[in-house]
Nanobody, 122 residues
């Protein structure tokens, strides 16, 4: 699975931004897609995920401000970010989890996009 992310940029506090990610390759085996972020000097952390059934999961820090969604073709995932704060500044990475049968055992594989920078600053 290959991922191409887009949509980062510089915004002021309180503004909105939308990130998009397109998956290609073995998309039929994708079970979860999501967005993770890594702020300067910090570890990468989950922002939001959505599974193939449409169930979502959000980090507490973004609940009520971010909305994750998948496109009808199931190979795209968007992250709508509202009321952005300076602490949301980070490189955002698109992630896809797919399951493959390897040596008779279902095995998890994680794919990552190239990262897109979101800067929230006045």
């Amino acid at each position: 699975v290959q991922l191409q992310a887009s949509g980062g940029g510089l915004v002021q506090p309180g503004e909105s931004l939308r990130l998009s990610c397109v998956a290609s390759g073995s998309i039929e085996s994708i079970v979860v897609m999501g967005w993770y972020r890594q702020a300067p000097g910090k570890r990468r952390e989950l922002a939001a995920t959505i599974n193939s059934a449409g169930s979502t999961n959000y980090a507490d820090s973004v609940k009520g401000r971010f909305t994750i969604s998948r496109g009808n073709a199931k190979n795209t995932v968007d992250l709508e970010m509202h009321s952005l704060k300076p602490e949301d500044t980070a490189v955002y990475y698109c992630n896809a989890v797919d399951l493959r049968l390897v040596a008779g055992k279902m095995t998890r594989f994680d794919s990552w996009g190239q990262g897109t920078l979101v800067t929230v600053s006045s």
